[in-house]
């Protein structure tokens, strides 16, 4: 089974730049849909972006169109989140989510993904 591990969370200040990182150990990746999630407490887990399998297709949400990007690195088994212009309102808790299932679209919903990490805090201060 793989496992995703996050890393690159921190605390910032707003406008400031940070990228967060997925590994995937147990298996390869390259195969699979990635996403990136984020949860603030009370509130449901919301999609931020994802990725098929070859980066030919990319989704994101729209309040971060613009400003973050999503890549992925197969051959390292890898998942990238680079965050700009950073808000408060992007405080959160970010997941790396799989999802091994073919997609003719990019998975948006939580339950659509199979696989999690245990997420890395990011803070933004104003």
């Known amino acids: 089974q793989v496992q995703l591990v996050e890393s690159g969370g921190g605390l910032v200040q707003a406008g400031d730049s940070l990228t967060l990182s997925c590994s995937a150990s147990g298996g390869p990746i390259s195969t699979s849909t990635m996403g990136w999630f984020r949860q603030t407490p009370g509130k449901e887990r919301e999609f931020v972006a994802g990725?098929?399998?070859?980066?030919?297709?990319?989704n994101y949400a729209d309040a971060v169109k613009g400003r973050f990007t999503i890549g992925r690195d197969n051959s390292k088994n890898m998942v990238f989140l680079q965050m700009n212009s950073l808000k408060p309102e992007d405080t959160a808790v970010y997941y790396c989510?799989?999802?091994?299932?073919?997609?003719?679209?990019?998975?948006?919903?939580?339950?659509?993904?199979?696989?999690w990490g245990q997420g890395t805090q990011v803070t933004v201060s104003s």
């Open positions: 989510a799989l999802r091994r299932r073919l997609a003719v679209r990019i998975p948006i919903l939580v339950n659509e993904y199979e696989g």
């Open positions: 990725i098929i399998w070859n980066g030919g297709n990319i």
